[in-house]
């Protein structure tokens, strides 16, 4: 999956991104180096996931996105992966 830069809504601490599929992804940076980027929103398909909702209505296309913060860990987290462009 390709998900173009969308310099319009990005800022410092959050890029987002417009995937083939129809989807907008935000991405949370992390500037403190903790736990990595991740995904903390979904738009697509006029619906719209966050983060803070927690995982049960992630859309289907992300789940192999999801990550333990450590392999002992209960919290996980969607990593964005998927290729980026940056033109």
């Not at 830069?5 to 890029?15: A, P, R, T, V």
């Not at 991104?17 to 903390?40: K, P, W």
């Not at 979904?42 to 209505?57: M, Q, R, S, Y």
Request: glycine letters at 4%; one cysteine or more.
């Amino acid at each position: 999956m390709i998900g173009k830069y969308n310099y319009k809504l990005s800022w410092e601490k959050s890029q987002v991104f417009d995937l083939d599929n129809g989807a907008r992804v935000y991405i949370e940076v992390d500037t403190h180096h903790t736990y990595g980027d991740m995904i903390s929103c979904i738009e697509f398909n006029n619906n719209v996931w966050h983060c803070h909702n927690g995982l049960k209505d992630l859309p289907k296309f992300a789940n192999d996105w999801k990550e333990k913060v450590t392999p002992n860990s209960s919290s996980t987290l969607v990593r964005p992966r998927f290729e980026k462009v940056w033109e």
